[in-house]
């Protein structure tokens, strides 16, 4: 009988508090993934000194854009974080409202939204991270157009150009190695048919875990990522700029139009600019979009700098109105 009235007050107990609602977050970001430049520890961090709790969100950039279009009447997100020609984007569809963070000032004027639309936090460089043992005994590839070698047909992987930023700079950036331009993306085309040709595999989400695995042994990626798996991960994995060259690509936030926690999400985008946040990213591999130089003990993990030579700043409002014309072509002629 005790063990009947036990149980019988268990269930009740868990009934009533499977009713109670679950903690809010105290802050929404879209498109801060734990496996993306280490979000997974700033957004602790974040909890530590500021107190606030903001969770993980697995969008890519043009997944977080949509997803604002569509809440625009009603707002859910407080912060989104995108690709830079994304945060254009987001300007252009009245998604995003003006907040110049604290240290705004020194962020190059290149970097940010005049009107504090969008402001960069960091950036990195494109290339092929490759996990070496996936390879099968074939050699790491040292440029573009070793991936069209029938030697890693089923290897190669890009993000979807028209749906992820990355996806979208791996073309810029092929296009450009290549002989293209913002005014003629042909040699991307025909350099995606080709990997289409050899068996690409073309995720639409972060696929870092997916590297790691071997399940892609080469993925177009940034250098922040491949560093984090050479350094933090069992197995054998290499960075590589192309020898046909690359670019950088800085990534951003916006505060977003009528957030609903706008108070905190200002404190966050201060937080993230500041020296604190800034030395965590750059903990992570990655650029600040301060003028800050990397520790030397985290530089001496990247490649030299007569390979960074390779990747070049480009003009992203001009890549950005070019995305369009691209991604129709890409869509028409490869997908």
Request: charged content about 20%; proline content about 7%.
């Amino acid at each position: 009988m005790r063990l009947v009235r036990l149980m019988t007050a268990l269930c009740a107990l868990s009934a009533f508090a499977s009713l109670q609602p679950a903690k809010a977050a105290d802050v929404i970001c879209y498109n801060c993934p734990p496996q993306w430049a280490d979000w997974a520890t700033m957004l602790k961090q974040v909890k530590a000194d500021l107190g606030y709790d903001i969770p993980f969100d697995n969008k890519n950039s043009g997944q977080a854009l949509s997803q604002l279009i569509a809440e625009k009447s009603n707002p859910v997100a407080d912060i989104g974080y995108f690709g830079v020609n994304f945060g254009m984007k987001a300007k252009a569809q009245g998604v995003t409202q003006p907040y110049k963070p604290a240290k705004w000032d020194e962020v190059p004027a290149g970097l940010k939204d005049p009107d504090g639309e969008w402001t960069a936090i960091h950036s990195g460089t494109l290339g092929l991270f490759v996990n070496v043992d996936a390879l099968g005994g074939k050699p790491v590839p040292a440029c573009w157009r070793d991936l069209e070698k029938p030697d890693y047909k089923g290897m190669v992987g890009y993000l979807d150009p028209p749906s992820a930023a990355v996806g979208y700079v791996g073309a810029v950036a092929v296009n450009l190695a290549l002989g293209g331009s913002d005014q003629d993306f042909s040699p991307a085309v025909l350099f995606f048919k080709k990997l289409h040709d050899n068996d690409a595999i073309v995720p639409k989400q972060t696929s870092y875990a997916r590297v790691v695995s071997g399940e892609i042994p080469i993925l177009f990626d940034y250098d922040f990522n491949a560093y984090r798996a050479k350094y933090t991960e069992k197995g054998n994995f290499a960075f590589v700029i192309p020898c046909e060259g690359s670019v950088v690509f800085p990534y951003v936030v916006s505060l977003t139009k009528g957030a609903p926690n706008a108070d905190k999400a200002k404190k966050v985008m201060d937080y993230l600019l500041s020296d604190k946040g800034q030395a965590i990213w750059t903990n992570a591999y990655l650029r600040p979009a301060r003028p800050i130089a990397l520790p030397p003990e985290v530089k001496a993990k990247f490649l030299p700098d007569s390979d960074y030579a390779r990747a070049k700043n480009v003009d992203w409002a001009k890549m950005e109105a070019a995305q369009k014309a691209f991604t129709d072509r890409y869509l028409a002629e490869v997908r």
